[in-house]
């Protein structure tokens, strides 16, 4: 959840600006104080927001005493992780040995368990103006002259996911946050052993936008709830990168047919409890034509429940289990949009049209 377009100042988007840089700011602070006389229009929601319980915090509807915490202990655990040494060991010599670079990188980051990865060009638009989710560094000017970027997915488990929006989905989404950080720490570590300035983009720690930069290299496309859709997991991917000095081989957007089929799907949309989601036609938001988001209706929702909630993720079409079927299915809403009709009919007659999550979840709007 955030902004995955750029300001129509510049083109370029200010991290400060973000729902989460601004749940971050603790009131009375010098941090709070600055942001709040820039954006005072948004003061009143926030405090809103930020009076509600916090997320993996008692108080929130979903809120579990085993699994809440250890969602945020993967969080936490974030802040500690240090790159594999065996793992850097490994790859440093392969890489110097290498006559492909961009081809062992990627080898590298399949093994370290991403489930697909590709390489982009650093686009400016993609990079924040400032930084604003740490109170340590909060207006620091971004400056990131990298010219490559590594992009990688990490798969969110199914079954997790079918939990939505209890405290399993947050669990399964913090452990991959986690995996997706150590991903992009250890991959640092090699390209810095050969000599490649790099820097590892995770979890609480970005100075570029993700979901646009791994549509540029070739992970999917943005979907009507705003995430990427990648082939073979649709919306249950986490994403990571490593920006790097090393010059690499780009890759091409693809075309899964997403764009097409979120046009006439709407799944997410109508069965997103806080109603934050578009249900009409794309809109110019700060400069780029897509869906729009209620990020604050979004996020309170977050916020009530005391998870990353994730129905949007887990109802879309795109998310079903990765097998054969579901493999022919993607390929014919590739190759064929007059079929996405017929296709969305037939998902609705077989998983529903409504997000059925396990019983008991309390699945409630607001």
């Given amino acids: 959840m955030g902004h995955t377009g750029p300001s129509t100042a510049n083109r370029r988007f200010d991290e400060r600006d973000t729902m989460f840089a601004r749940m971050a700011r603790r009131v009375g602070s010098p941090a709070y104080d600055d942001y709040y006389a820039r954006r005072p229009e948004l003061k009143k929601t926030d405090d809103r927001i930020r009076a509600l319980p916090g997320l993996c915090r008692p108080g929130g509807r979903h809120y579990h005493p085993e699994i809440s915490p250890q969602a945020e202990q993967h969080f936490e655990n974030i802040l ?43 686009d400016r638009d993609f990079v924040y103006t400032h930084l604003g989710r740490h109170d340590a560094d909060y207006g620091r000017e971004v400056r990131l002259d990298h010219p490559s970027a590594i992009v990688f997915l990490v798969e969110m488990d199914f079954d997790a996911m079918r939990c939505a929006p209890q405290a ?10 986690f995996r997706a950080a150590a991903i ?9 052993a050969n000599g490649f300035a790099a820097k590892s983009h995770h979890d ?6 993700l979901p646009p930069l791994a549509v540029r290299a070739g ?6 709830n705003n995430i990427l859709i990648a082939d073979r997991y649709g919306s249950r991917v986490r994403i990571g990168a490593v920006t790097t000095m090393m010059a690499l081989d780009p890759d091409a957007p693809v075309d899964l047919g997403a764009d097409h089929f979120c046009a006439v799907c709407r799944k997410c949309a109508e069965n997103c409890p806080s109603h934050a989601l578009s249900l009409g036609e794309k809109e110019d938001v700060r400069g780029v034509l897509r869906w729009s988001t209620n990020v604050e209706r979004c996020y309170a929702y977050w916020r009530s429940v005391g998870t990353d909630c994730g129905i949007c993720m887990a109802v879309c079409p795109f998310s079903h289990r990765d097998n054969a079927f579901h ?4 390929a014919m809403v590739r190759r064929a949009p007059w079929t996405h009709r017929a296709a969305l009919w037939f998902d609705d007659r077989i998983y529903g049209r409504e997000w059925n999550p396990p019983s008991g979840s309390g699945v409630q709007e607001i």
């Fill in 184 to 192: 992009s720490r250890t991959v640092v570590a090699v390209l810095e």
């Fill in 80 to 122: 500690r992780i240090e790159p594999d040494r065996a793992v850097v060991g490994q790859w440093t010599p392969a890489l110097q040995r290498s006559t492909n670079r961009t081809a062992t990188v990627k080898e590298m980051v399949r093994a370290l368990g991403a489930v697909a990865v590709g390489c982009a060009p650093v």
């Fill in 219 to 224: 992970l999917g496309e943005l979907g009507r």
């Fill in 327 to 330: 493999g022919l299915v993607r």
């Fill in 204 to 209: 609480a720690r970005y100075d570029v936008i």
């Fill in 168 to 177: 399993e989905t947050i669990r399964e989404s913090a452990h991959q946050y």
